[in-house]
């Protein structure tokens, strides 16, 4: 099993920032990708952001030049910087891993959510 905690959303008003971040632990051998996808009551959970063990980074269109997504390989930590949020920025943001267990077995594994709402 992969552990996922997060922490750092909350309330911000428009046009702030907040620092997400998530640290996995378990039997893991590596971690091949790591990132942050958002959810909307109603709607379908959104990929955000992601980066490879080798740092290469994909973004959503929505949050290119406001986010930024960095990992720590040796704490197995990945973090999302946003910056200039907007109120259509509000969600349930999901950790995701992928990775592989000391067994060989490979795993995807999310997190348990963290709110994030932007609003004056």
């Known amino acids: 099993q992969v552990q996922l905690v997060e922490s750092g959303g909350g309330l911000v008003q428009p046009g702030g920032s907040l620092r997400l971040s998530c640290a996995a632990s378990?039997?893991?051998?590596?971690?091949?990708?790591m990132g942050w996808y958002r959810q909307v009551p109603g709607n379908q959970r959104e990929l955000v952001a992601l980066?490879?063990?080798?740092?290469?980074?994909t973004y959503a269109d929505s949050v290119k030049g406001r986010f930024t997504i960095s990992r720590d390989n040796a704490k197995n930590t990945v973090y999302l910087q946003m910056n200039s949020l907007k109120p259509e920025d509000t969600a349930v943001y999901y950790c995701y891993t992928r990775g592989y267990y000391t067994t060989g077995a490979s795993f995807g594994s999310w997190g348990q959510g963290t709110q994030v709402t932007v609003s004056s």
């Open positions: 378990g039997s893991i051998l590596s971690i091949n990708v």
């Open positions: 980066i490879t063990r080798g740092g290469s980074t």
